[in-house]
């Protein structure tokens, strides 16, 4: 009943805020704060109830396959994305529900920093590894992809920082811990991780919206329209 309660709340939030701007904003405009705002109820969702914590890797990864068919028709942008996504569903299909279930709780953060590095490496590095395999990409940084690294990097020291922790207290240094609450990292690492995962899905809806808006304007132009 309680996630419920906060799916409609949120729902409601989500429906009033939108039929308010309904008068001055564009569709464009509206459909991606509604798509937006829902991706985050889920996160939001997957934070206070841990039953669901599968929602915010499944929002985002959801929120990249969209970002990536939505700039197809931007070979810079689509590229961009499809590095995340293609490990995200790795993570969803098989990394996740492992790391959860088979391995010390440390080797969870320790093995997402290499994840999220690597994340950054072939972003950083995306333009060399386009000219490797030949890719009709005509290869450009733009502001968003320095975003994602930024987010990534937070990602990689909120992990590093909990990890460490972790490691000291159950393993490394257990004996000195016994009974000894809180356990700082730990136990706030969730809500670390909102608002990070929170930015990272603005920046994909973003882009979303960068690029149809512009494939927009680009049929527009191919018919004659002055814009």
Same mark, same amino acid.
């Given at each position: 009943?309680?996630?419920?309660? @906060?799916?409609?709340?949120?729902? /409601?939030?989500?429906?009033?805020?939108?039929?308010?701007?309904?008068?001055?904003?564009?569709?464009?405009?509206?459909?991606?704060?509604?798509?937006?705002? @829902?991706?985050? *109820?889920?996160?939001?969702?997957?934070? *206070?109830?841990?039953?669901?914590?599968?929602?915010? #890797?499944? #929002? %985002?990864?959801?929120?990249?396959?969209?970002?990536?068919?939505?700039?197809?028709?931007?070979?810079?942008?689509?590229? *961009?994305?499809?590095?995340?996504?293609?490990?995200? %569903?790795?993570?969803?299909?098989?990394?996740?529900?492992?790391?959860? $279930?088979?391995?010390?709780?440390? @080797?969870? !953060?320790? $093995?997402?920093? /290499? !994840?999220?590095? *690597?994340?950054?490496?072939?972003?950083?590095?995306?333009?060399?590894?386009?000219?490797?395999?030949?890719?009709?990409?005509?290869?450009?940084?733009?502001?968003?992809?320095?975003?994602?690294?930024?987010? #990534?990097?937070?990602?990689?020291?909120?992990?590093?920082? $909990?990890?460490?922790?972790?490691?000291?207290?159950?393993?490394?240094? /257990?004996? !000195?811990?016994?009974?000894?609450?809180?356990?700082?990292?730990?136990?706030?690492?969730?809500?670390?991780? =909102?608002?990070? #995962?929170?930015?990272?899905?603005?920046?994909?809806?973003?882009?979303?919206? =960068?690029? @149809?808006?512009? /494939?927009?304007?680009?049929?527009?132009?191919?018919?004659?329209?002055?814009?």
């Amino acid at each position: 009943m309680d996630v419920w309660l @906060v799916a409609l709340l949120g729902l /409601g939030c989500i429906g009033s805020s939108a039929i308010y701007f309904a008068k001055h904003k564009s569709l464009l405009w509206l459909g991606a704060f509604v798509v937006g705002g @829902v991706l985050a *109820l889920t996160i939001l969702i997957s934070v *206070l109830f841990r039953e669901l914590y599968w929602l915010e #890797s499944t #929002s %985002l990864g959801l929120a990249l396959v969209v970002s990536v068919v939505m700039c197809r028709r931007f070979p810079n942008w689509a590229y *961009l994305l499809a590095i995340p996504a293609s490990i995200k %569903l790795i993570d969803l299909l098989w990394l996740n529900t492992y790391l959860l $279930t088979q391995v010390p709780s440390w @080797v969870f !953060y320790f $093995t997402y920093i /290499g !994840y999220d590095v *690597l994340v950054m490496a072939l972003i950083w590095y995306r333009g060399p590894i386009a000219n490797a395999l030949k890719l009709n990409v005509h290869y450009k940084r733009f502001a968003q992809e320095y975003l994602l690294l930024i987010v #990534s990097s937070l990602f990689v020291l909120t992990n590093l920082l $909990t990890g460490t922790e972790d490691l000291l207290r159950n393993d490394v240094l /257990g004996h !000195y811990f016994i009974g000894f609450e809180p356990r700082f990292f730990y136990d706030i690492y969730r809500y670390v991780r =909102f608002p990070l #995962s929170i930015a990272e899905m603005s920046i994909l809806v973003m882009i979303s919206y =960068f690029a @149809v808006k512009a /494939g927009i304007n680009q049929k527009q132009r191919m018919k004659g329209v002055r814009l």
